[in-house]
């Protein structure tokens, strides 16, 4: 990754047009191709980006450019449209690259595996007499979260996402829709579990006669038994 910091003015054209007035901005060109400017304020998001596929250049400065201080212009173009980010450097204060290398990405805790697993362990929260058929019960569009049975042995089919929200809803209709032509299985129930849903995924999942479930992460880590675990 190139990491510049410059003053610097940026004009962007194509499918929209943006600028930006000189200021001082952190350039980072990343291995990717991606260029994204950033500000010290603003949140995470960059002020302005390009996208890969793309090629960036440095071209000659004209002399009406020169009189207003640039000294070099990067221009950005991607490679599939018109799109066009062109970046003025007035002032370069500082230019590193550095290997980042392969990035393992984001792990978070409470993720949708380890969910599916404490809820494995503690089926009971669907409701008493609620047993465990299997995890990843296996359909021929994917597999379901958690297949169980509840007290009257009817079964039930669990999605389980963090954040339960529309396209969550629509994937365990899917599912669904797929179990029920099993006469072994239908009639099959639905459960959407999340530690949160949105309103919206709420109704629809209501609608469909899917039944909403919160799963509260912390409680169900302290509801874990250790009790066969060396460590």
Sequence with gaps: MRVVIARCAARYTGRLSAHLPLATRAIMVKA?????????????KPLNWMSPPCTMRATLVDEEAAARGVIEVWVVQHAKTDDRLEIELHEVLSDTEHELGVDPGLVKDGVEAHLQELLAEQIKLLGHGHTLVRREFMTAIG??????????????????????????????????????????????????????????????????????????????????????RLF
């Design 143 to 228: 597999p379901v979260d958690i297949l169980a049975r509840d007290g009257s042995g009817a079964t039930v089919a669990i999605e389980i996402k963090r954040r339960g929200e529309i396209d969550g809803v629509e994937q365990l209709t899917r599912y669904l829709e797929l179990l029920n032509r099993d006469p072994l299985l239908a009639p099959v129930h639905g459960v959407f579990a999340a530690q949160e849903i949105k309103p919206q995924a709420r109704v629809l999942a209501e609608d469909r006669g899917i039944r909403c479930l919160l799963l509260d992460y912390e409680s169900m880590r302290g509801a874990e038994d250790h009790s066969t």
């Design 32 to 44: 990717d191709g991606s260029v994204l400017l950033h500000s010290d304020g603003g949140s995470y």
